[in-house]
């Protein structure tokens, strides 16, 4: 039942990012989170995000600027490899004590402090 919720929330993402154009991320993130340590979570959008530009580019290859895509394209690949770094650097944080937000209690790394009581351990 759990591959098809993912399946289905990777499905539907997909689908409302063709029409919009962003979002995937958004809305599939926080469902891979619910079911796999955060690093997997963000690999996984990843591979879901890379999947879905190769179905749009299969489809509008003929209508692309590709001007446009290789001036996009490089600041993001250096500011992914950026991104990708600072999550390793965040996960090697040390403990924090516990807190609290909005009368709910966390503990554990840094990263359950910038995101909440409801990361992962």
């Not at 993402?13 to 962003?22: D, E, N, P, Q, V």
């Not at 996960?91 to 910038?114: F, I, M, N, W, Y």
Request: charged share 10%.
């Amino acid at each position: 039942m759990e591959l098809i919720l993912i399946g289905f929330a990777a499905l539907l993402a997909s689908g409302l990012t063709l029409l919009s154009g962003f979002g995937q991320g958004t809305a599939l993130m926080p469902v891979f989170a619910l079911f796999f340590p955060l690093q997997l979570a963000i690999a996984a959008t990843a591979v879901v995000h890379f999947a879905n530009n190769l179905f749009k580019l299969g489809l509008m290859a003929q209508q692309t600027d590709w001007s446009v895509v290789v001036k996009f394209s490089l600041p993001a690949a250096f500011t992914a490899t950026l991104g990708a770094g600072s999550l390793a650097f965040f996960d090697q944080l040390p403990r924090v004590g516990p807190s609290g937000h909005h009368g709910l209690s966390a503990s554990g790394t840094t990263r359950k402090e910038l995101l909440g009581s409801y990361a992962p351990d």
